[in-house]
Nanobody
């Protein structure tokens, strides 16, 4: 069992930056795939970024490549998402997720994750 708690959301102007954090408890995340998803109003939850524990390069959805960076601190049992050059279309609830690695095809799918945080709101004003 893994408990995930996100923090760091808020209101920011377009072009600004935010850093989201996800603190895990109950077990270590060092051998789990850690990811961020987001869900905008009226839309389905979508993949944003993932850090496989396998040592492979992080995954990013195309719309955030070059602007967002996912990182993990295994000593602190946390994962972060640095978001730069934010755009209004980035307004959404951002969710932290954790799961056992099952293969590359599952990394970008919500079904590949067993544990979810409660979400943190990010609002980007134009």
């Amino acid at each position: 069992q893994v408990q995930l708690v996100e923090s760091g959301g808020g209101l920011v102007q377009a072009g600004g930056s935010l850093r989201l954090s996800c603190a895990a408890s109950e077990r270590t995340i060092s051998d789990l795939v850690m990811a961020w998803f987001r869900q905008a109003p009226g839309k389905e939850r979508e993949f944003v970024a993932a850090d496989p524990w396998t040592g492979a390069n992080p995954y990013y959805t195309d719309s955030v490549k070059g602007r967002f960076t996912i990182s993990r601190d295994s000593a602190k049992n946390t994962v972060s998402l640095q978001m730069n050059s934010l755009k209004p279309e980035g307004t959404a609830v951002y969710y932290c997720a954790a799961g056992v690695y099952r293969g590359n095809i599952y990394v970008e799918r919500s079904g590949g994750y067993n544990y979810w945080g409660q979400g943190t709101q990010v609002t980007v004003s134009s």
